[in-house]
């Protein structure tokens, strides 16, 4: 059980780096707007990406670091993604049959709520409407 153990944190040690490695050329550290933090937490664990950051950069950008992490803290996205307002069963309850369609609602639906067009379930729905029409 305990090489299990140590392959699996080695495994997500690797998959982290990955990560890491996959987003930091495409990160505008300067770029601090509540719709880049929630689309990177879409991709990474934000907390663990900072870590990285600091250390990649040798410490450097530890004021940056602070006000990213202390911003993603706020948004409530440090260690997971913004979580989804807009479900399947909002679409049909509107009167819509499930269809191909509903994945490219969901998703124009999840990208709205990360632009802030709407922060709540009635908003949402309010947005679905629209959306809809």
Do not use: C
């Not at 509540?34 to 990649?56: E, H, P, S």
């Not at 948004?75 to 993604?81: A, G, R, S």
């Amino acid at each position: 059980i305990q090489e299990t153990n140590k392959l699996t944190n080695k495994q997500k040690l690797l998959t982290s780096i990955s990560q890491f490695l996959d987003h930091k050329d495409n990160f505008d550290i300067d770029d601090t707007s509540n719709y880049t933090l929630y689309k990177l937490a879409t991709k990474v664990n934000i907390k663990v990406f900072l870590l990285y950051i600091d250390a990649y950069y040798a410490g450097g950008l530890k004021e940056k670091v602070k006000e990213l992490r202390d911003k993603a803290k706020k948004l409530h996205i440090l260690t997971e993604k913004l979580p989804v307002l807009l479900h399947g069963k909002d679409i049909i309850t509107l009167g819509l049959s499930p269809s191909k369609k509903f994945s490219e609602i969901l998703l124009a639906g999840y990208e709205a709520q990360m632009r802030e067009e709407f922060t709540t379930k009635k908003g949402a729905i309010q947005w679905l409407k629209n959306y809809t029409q």
